[in-house]
């Protein structure tokens, strides 16, 4: 079972939401993640790769700042099924380019924003995660 963390949750989401409004700020960019990594690797079209590498570092560097700061290591569980997770990287990747972003630039930015396209992507990635986890939780 998932453990409910409330006001680890509510950390969280709260400095998702500040790196989103400085990132729109300050770029003019929607936060979305799979937007900022693609535009890591070539080619390159513009000169704000460094804050797009510097967006990156800090998503991998948060857990040691979660660990620096209170001691304790952040725990994920994945599947050690490699072939699964390979199937749901491909399929997470082919859902963020067909839907024109991921669930950060359309769940976060795209709501805050009321944009009809970030609703409906919402939606659909929401009922796919509950129809997933009922599956997996439920009927496996």
Same mark, same amino acid.
């Given at each position: 079972?998932?453990e409910f ?8 989401g709260?400095l998702?939401?500040l ?19 693609g ?8 000169e ?12 991998? /560097?948060?857990?040691? *700042?979660w660990? #620096?700061? !209170?001691?304790?290591? =952040?725990?994920?569980?994945v ?6 997770m390979?199937?749901?990287g ?14 950060s ?17 919402? /939606?659909?990635f929401? *009922?796919?995660? #509950?129809? !997933?986890v009922?599956? =997996?939780?439920h009927?496996?």
């Amino acid at each position: 079972m998932t453990e409910f963390t409330p006001w680890a949750s509510l950390t969280g989401g709260a400095l998702i939401g500040l790196s989103a409004v400085l990132l729109m700020a300050w770029e003019g960019r929607i936060a979305g993640i799979s937007g900022i990594a693609g535009r890591l690797l070539p080619p390159w079209t513009d000169e704000a790769t460094p804050s797009r590498l510097g967006f990156v570092i800090g998503l991998v /560097a948060a857990p040691l *700042a979660w660990f #620096v700061a !209170t001691g304790s290591p =952040v725990v994920q569980t994945v599947s050690s099924n490699l072939p699964l997770m390979a199937a749901a990287g491909l399929l997470v990747g082919f859902g963020s380019t067909w839907g024109n972003g991921c669930t950060s630039g359309h769940g976060v930015c795209g709501l805050a924003r009321l944009s009809p396209r970030s609703v409906m992507a919402t /939606a659909v990635f929401m *009922a796919a995660a #509950v129809l !997933t986890v009922l599956v =997996v939780r439920h009927l496996m």
